[in-house]
């Protein structure tokens, strides 16, 4: 009997309508979404791995998730006679399903076949989010409220840059995140830039191998108090270096951030990636 086929799949949601990424038992999920469809399209019961697991509100535009369908699967997906490739049919087929049941909140953008060592998790190199503002009453606008924050005081955008400055490397981030049990939170933050778009608005875009659990949205508060004025320059910085999660560490709302996009090696280095990833959380 063949091997399954795996497939890769970028996908966005609006995360408004969901408790985040994973399955929760009586909550809407966007995974639950997304594996009941294919249960609709391949008359299996499949479970699909993320590369980044979103929170309550949270958004995507270039998430990135893989699959296998075995034959059986990829015939119930009905391709018919070879006039299109599997990862077309499956994901018209796809988007049809989502759409009625979660009315395009939802989209699969693409799917191609990949090699069985692929990972969306961890062949992963990068992970990106951006973090929206709208600091000032003046900006904010109602059809706005679904993906932007509404802050009332006006942030200082340089200052905000040269606190992220301060964390990019690698770090122990315990101060930024949700620690979860027997998992590291070492990460390397490989970019970060605070902008000031046309718009008028604030974007805080940031980029790491991984991000532990909660890390943005911590990241980002603590940007925001020392961009207002509350906490003096050089405070982002010694936070990191005290690596401990207390009451100072904030968060911002979920709902004004967007996984933004992943990146990846080269398919034939794919598994190899995906192995030295597990080998060095492992370690550390």
């Not at 408790?19 to 594996?35: K, M």
């Not at 004025?229 to 401990?244: F, H, I, K, N, Y």
């Given at each position: 009997m063949p091997s399954p086929q795996r497939?890769?799949?970028?996908?966005?949601?609006?995360g408004g309508p969901f408790?985040?990424?994973?399955?929760?038992?009586?909550?809407?999920?966007?995974?639950?979404?997304?594996?009941s469809a294919l249960a609709v399209v391949s008359r299996q019961e499949l479970r699909v791995v993320v590369a980044g697991r979103t929170d309550t509100g949270v958004?995507?535009?270039?998430?990135?998730?893989?699959?296998?369908?075995?034959?059986?699967?990829?015939?119930?997906?009905?391709?018919?006679?070879?006039?299109?490739?599997?990862?077309?049919?499956?994901?018209r087929r796809l988007n049809a399903v989502l759409a009625r049941s979660t009315g395009r909140a939802v989209l699969i953008h693409s799917a191609r076949p990949v090699p069985p060592g692929f990972d969306a998790r961890f062949s992963a190199l990068w992970r990106s989010y951006t973090y929206t503002i709208a600091d000032g009453e003046r900006?904010?606008?109602?059809?706005?409220?679904?993906?932007?924050l509404f802050h009332a005081r006006a942030l200082d955008v340089d200052a905000m840059q040269a606190e992220l400055d301060s964390l990019l490397g690698l770090h122990d981030?315990?101060?930024?995140?949700?620690?979860?049990?027997?998992?590291?939170?070492?990460?390397?933050?490989?970019?970060?830039?605070?902008?000031?778009?046309e718009d008028g608005l604030v974007r805080v875009h940031l980029r790491a191998?991984?991000?532990?659990?909660?890390?943005v949205r911590t990241i980002?508060?603590?940007?925001?108090?020392?961009?207002?004025?509350?906490?003096?320059?050089?405070?982002?910085?010694?936070?990191?270096?005290?690596?401990?999660r207390d009451a100072k560490t904030k968060m911002v709302a979920g709902h004004a951030l967007v996984l933004t996009g992943?990146?990846?090696?080269?398919?034939?280095?794919?598994?190899?990636?995906?192995?030295?990833?597990?080998?060095?959380?492992?370690a550390l």
């Open positions: 497939f890769a799949l970028t996908l966005a949601y609006d408790n985040g990424w994973a399955r929760q038992p009586g909550l809407p999920s966007v995974q639950e979404a997304i594996e958004h995507a535009s270039g998430q990135v998730l893989h699959v296998d369908l075995d034959a059986a699967a990829q015939a119930k997906v009905g391709v018919r006679d070879g006039a299109e490739p599997v990862e077309v049919t499956l994901v900006r904010w606008d109602p059809l706005r409220r679904g993906d932007t981030f315990l101060s930024f995140c949700k620690p979860r049990e027997e998992a590291t939170t070492v990460r390397e933050l490989q970019g970060g830039e605070v902008v000031r778009g191998d991984a991000f532990c659990h909660h890390m980002v508060g603590a940007l925001v108090a020392v961009g207002e004025g509350r906490e003096p320059s050089g405070w982002v910085g010694r936070r990191l270096g005290e690596r401990t992943v990146g990846y090696p080269d398919d034939e280095v794919a598994g190899a990636r995906a192995k030295a990833t597990r080998a060095k959380r492992a």
